[in-house]
C-alpha cells in the first residue's frame, strides 16, 4: 500500500515510517497536515496517517477531515491520537476519519485496518483483475500454485506495477514508489531490481513478466 503519513513529532514519524515501512508499505511522510493534503491532492495515495496530539492539532483535524475526505482515489484517513474520549473519536469518524487510535497503540493493527478498508472501499479491491497477487503475510507473489519470494524493494516494485497490470509506469513513478525514503535515486538501482526480479520470475516459470517501455518505464504483463 501506499501510505501518506502526517506527524509533527519527527522522533514518532522516523518511528511510524520505519515500522509502517518494514509492513511492506511505500511511506511518504511530512510534518505538516496542509502540505500533506497538498500532496495527496497531486497524486494517489490508499491510505492518509494523521498522528496528532490533543487539543487544538485535534481541533484542526476534525475541521479539515470534511475537506481530506473527498482527496482523489479517497484514501483511507486514519487518525491517531495521545488521548481520546470515545466521544472525541466518535466525532472524528463523523467528520471523516474511517479509523481512529489512541495512544498506546499497534503498528500492526493500525496495518491490518488500513488493509481491511482497502479491501472494502469500492474500486481499490479489483484494481487489478489479473490473477497474479502479493501476499504480503509472506512477502511472494502469486501467481496460481506458483509463488516467487521477494526483497522488500522486489516487492514494493511489483505492488506498484501490479496497480495498473498490463499499462506502463513511468520509470520515476516507481523510484518514488519503491525508494519514498531516499532522494536522488539513479535509474540504475531500478535497474537492476527489475534484472533480478525477471531471473526470479523465469527460474520459477510464471507466466508474469516485465516489460521495457522504451524511454518511459515498465510494464507488467499478466497474459
Not at 482515489?73 to 488521548?83: I, Y
Not at 497477487?133 to 526483497?151: H, I, K, M, S, Y
Not at 535515486?185 to 517501455?213: D, F, H, M, Q, Y
Request: hydrophobic share 40%; charged share 25%; glycine share 6%.
Amino acid at each position: 500500500m501506499r501510505i501518506l503519513l502526517s506527524c509533527a513529532s519527527e522522533a514518532e514519524r522516523v518511528y511510524l515510517c520505519k515500522a509502517l515501512s518494514e509492513s511492506l508499505h511505500s511511506v511518504e511522510a511530512t510534518d505538516d497536515l496542509r502540505f500533506a493534503h497538498y500532496l495527496a491532492a497531486q497524486e494517489l495515495f490508499d491510505a492518509l496517517v494523521v498522528r496528532v496530539a490533543g487539543g487544538p492539532s485535534q481541533t484542526g483535524l476534525e475541521a479539515a477531515l470534511p475537506t481530506l475526505a473527498r482527496l482523489p482515489g479517497r484514501p483511507s484517513l486514519v487518525v491517531v491520537l495521545d488521548a481520546a474520549s470515545p466521544a472525541d473519536c466518535a466525532r472524528l469518524l463523523r467528520a471523516g476519519a474511517d479509523a481512529c487510535f489512541v495512544e498506546p497503540y499497534s503498528v500492526m493493527e493500525i496495518t491490518e485496518r488500513m488493509r481491511a478498508l482497502s479491501r472494502d472501499a469500492p474500486g481499490r479491491a479489483g484494481r487489478s483483475a489479473c490473477e497474479v497477487r502479493l501476499d504480503p503475510a509472506t512477502r511472494e507473489l502469486v501467481e496460481g500454485a506458483q509463488r516467487v519470494e521477494l526483497t522488500r524493494r522486489e516487492y514494493l516494485v511489483v505492488e506498484c506495477l501490479l496497480r495498473e497490470a498490463n499499462a506502463p509506469i513511468a520509470r520515476d513513478y516507481l523510484i518514488r514508489y519503491a525508494w519514498p525514503e531516499k532522494e536522488g535515486v539513479e535509474p540504475t538501482s531500478l535497474n537492476l531490481v527489475v534484472l533480478r526480479l525477471r531471473r526470479k520470475l523465469g527460474a520459477c516459470g510464471v507466466r508474469t513478466s516485465i516489460e521495457t517501455v522504451s524511454r518511459y518505464g515498465y510494464r507488467l504483463c499478466t497474459g
